[in-house]
């Protein structure tokens, strides 16, 4: 009697466990789906790139160096009043994020060449990706470093490095045969997910070369490198970063290396999925832009190590600093996640950072990933249940009754918490509007959810951060105001 008892309770256990997977694999189905509409970075069927622009270092007559563009392709013609400004304002920012260190270089004549990559965000909320190339032109005796920089709208940082890796081989020969290769580049379209587009490329004594780019087939995954965070931070410190930037707080990475900066930050970004950060955001913050540090709202920024002691001079509020492997942190960071899902990420971290089957950094991203994402569904799937829909299509997010069917105290104070950020206000909007058809509804947008940060700047296009601080007010991604309008 005893053991049939086991057996059927052991059928109950099954029986249960395997509706809660089901329901687990339905809440991260629609958490994922609606993650991927309000991604603005994954999109087939576009332009590979917007503008390659080589930036180089000119000598001014004061014996410092500014970092110049000396190359431009496409060069477009026939532009309106406001698309002109507009390019003026992107070309003129790009040179601070290639050289955030101009003031630091003297003539060398050897350079191992390094990748990296910055973000610039438009008032809008808009952004484009630096993918950048630091190298040393072929020559002899001391020169200065250059970097090859491609804008795009599009997110695939594996991608756009083989791109790179192509540019610098046809640097080495000539700058005339970097020109053919992009102009077939720019006239493929950008493939859809685990597709190749393959394109043609002469080169001298080489003869004509086809050259395949093949896109992950996991998109949100493409720009980013898990391996980059693994390698030099301890799971519990990837943990506490992470529960940091789910509040939106104010988070600052230290390292000397560029590449370094973007990738850690990139990869810390790609831990929120499926939501997004919605506010101040730069891999690399040029030196000239140092008072980013001063601003009271949700930043996460990049900063080199030899600007470390500056920056611990400015006016600070309460900030996450992180210089591997050490960190200031704010205190309460061990107390943020649930004490079980936090044992769970632990478990699945460490796992992974010592798996020796794994190999590649893409089976990496999704193992990483995966973790992450079961987070939020264990914290937040059941969304979709408190969102009451109306006739016209448009829903409502029922945040008390949301927050009141958690049933653990821990999930329920921290949920209490995340529901007030901007990243889950952006994700709940794509979620009250997943029932409506996506053509003839302009005039049917509901206002936004997201309130604009009270001290907020009216800031410039296309440099993601205020410059003159006077006012004692910061970037916001809620601001939405042109600078023609104030």
């Not at 979620?431 to 001290?455: D, F, L, M, Y």
């Amino acid at each position: 009697m005893g053991q049939f008892l086991c057996q059927e309770q052991g059928i109950k256990e099954s029986t249960s466990g395997l509706w809660e997977r089901e329901e687990l694999w339905h809440n991260s189905q629609s958490l994922q789906s609606v993650g991927e509409r309000s991604s603005v970075f994954h999109s087939a069927g576009q332009f590979f790139f917007e503008y390659l622009v080589v930036v180089s270092l000119k000598k001014m007559p004061d014996g410092h160096y500014e970092p110049k563009i000396t190359y431009q392709f496409p060069k477009r013609e026939n532009l309106l009043k406001g698309q002109k400004e507009e390019e003026e304002r992107l070309l003129q920012a790009i040179p601070l994020f290639c050289f955030p260190d101009s003031n630091n270089w003297a003539p060398i004549s050897e350079f191992t060449s390094e990748t990296f990559s910055f973000v610039l965000t438009n008032v809008d909320g808009s952004r484009k990706i630096g993918y950048c190339r630091r190298l040393l032109p072929s020559g002899r005796g001391v020169r200065l470093p250059e970097v090859f920089c491609i804008i795009s709208c599009l997110g695939c940082f594996g991608l756009f490095s083989k791109i790179l890796d192509e540019v610098e081989k046809r640097r080495q020969i000539s700058m005339a045969v970097i020109y053919p290769f992009m102009q077939g580049l720019r006239e493929s379209p950008f493939p859809a997910p685990g597709k190749t587009v393959t394109i043609k490329s002469f080169i001298p004594e080489s003869g004509t070369e086809l050259i395949e780019l093949t896109r992950p087939v996991d998109a949100h995954l493409e720009h980013v490198e898990f391996q980059a965070l693994l390698q030099r931070l301890s799971p519990h410190l990837i943990l506490h970063i992470f529960a940091s930037a789910m509040l939106e707080r104010r988070l600052i990475f230290l390292a000397e290396e560029l590449s370094v900066l973007s990738q850690c930050i990139h990869a810390v970004a790609a831990l929120l999925y499926p939501f997004t950060w919605a506010h101040t955001y730069i891999p690399v913050v040029p030196e000239c832009l140092l008072d980013t540090v001063c601003c009271p709202t949700p930043f996460m920024v990049g900063i080199q190590m030899r600007h470390l002691e500056r920056v611990l001079e400015q006016p600070m509020e309460e900030v996450f600093h992180l210089e591997a492997p050490f960190a200031f942190q704010v205190g309460d960071e061990e107390e943020i996640l649930p004490g079980k899902l936090q044992n769970e990420m632990l478990i699945s971290l460490n796992r992974h950072n010592n798996n020796n089957n794994v190999h590649t950094s893409e089976q990496v991203n999704a193992l990483v990933s995966e973790a992450f994402v079961h987070f939020f569904v264990r914290l937040v799937g059941h969304y979709a249940s408190h969102i009451k829909w109306g006739r016209s299509g448009y829903g409502s997010f029922q945040e008390r009754a949301f927050c009141k069917a958690i049933a653990s105290k821990s999930c329920r104070r921290l949920v209490k918490k995340f529901v007030k950020t901007n990243m889950f206000s952006l994700f709940i909007e794509e979620a009250e509007k997943s029932r409506i058809p996506q053509e003839g509804n302009a005039k049917k947008n509901k206002p936004s959810r997201v309130t604009p940060h009270p001290s907020q700047c009216f800031r410039p296009r296309w440099m993601g951060l205020g410059t003159n601080w006077s006012t004692g007010r910061c970037p916001c991604p809620g601001q939405s105001l042109e600078l023609d309008e104030l």
